[in-house]
């Protein structure tokens, strides 16, 4: 029971990441080409902050999203933790 | 600098072991239009351009398509995993089976390997931007064929929003070849160009 309700809400907390992080990039690429464009960077800088609340969230309770000093990992060492991206499909 | 995040860019959950869809699928993995030579286009091909923007574009634009050889590699992983040598070989995998296993590894849908000479970069951002244009293009065909080879929901959900990046992709390098054109018609033409025998 207690695994399947992990399992949900990490599918869950992945897929929110997944679509504020879509949003995120296609602002990104757009800005590259506008980077005057007022509504579009306040769109963006809204969307990060979004999406930097739900990777904190999602790390608080599935491991660290990225390594090389950019998260902090509870001991041991969670990086190397299971399931990967292709095995697991998010 | 990069940095790898554990995840996928779109959802990968391929319940199917249409192998012979694991074969075609490899065009987008080592094909000469697949998400490799996308990737490795733009990010050597940034050196050379002349603008904050475009340096951008092509970073961010080449840091995307890795995300999509992921997708690409899960997709055809998640197919192959659980199929037995028989199976492989009877779908047209037998060769490829053979000499890779069940690792991924850059070939075409017909065992062809991935070369760099599918790419090109000139040094020059108007030949540059146009060939990133054409390869979108050329991307978003073979999405097209794969899409019509297949009816599994699980296989076209990914397929759908690759082909949807690639006509993203290609509104945005038309916008950076305009940005180009007006940068070269401002005084900065001969700046750059200043070395070139015709100037």
Redesign the interface.
Known sequence: MKDSRDKRSREEL??A??EY??AA??L???L????RHKDALEDYNYITKVLNQLKAEYEKGFG?????G?DMSDYPWQ?VDEP????Y?? | MW????????????RSKDLKMAKALLSQYGGPDGELSASLRYLTQRYAMPTG?TK??LT??GT?EMAHV?II??MI??IIRDASPEELKEAGLGGYYAQNGKDLYWVDAEGVPWTAAYVRAVGDPVADLMEDMAAEQKARAVYEHLISMTREPDIIAPLRFLWQREI??FQ?FG??LQ?IYDYLDSRHYFQMGKDHPLY
């Open positions: 992945i897929r990441i997944q992080e879509f990039v296609e990104n690429l757009y590259d080409n506008f980077p660290p999203l990225k390594n090389f950019e990086w990967w991206p292709w095995d499909g998010y | 940095i790898y995040e554990k995840k996928l860019q779109y959802p990968v959950r391929v923007k951008a574009l961010d634009i995307e992921e590699a899960t992983h998640q993203v992709h945005r916008e950076a940005h």
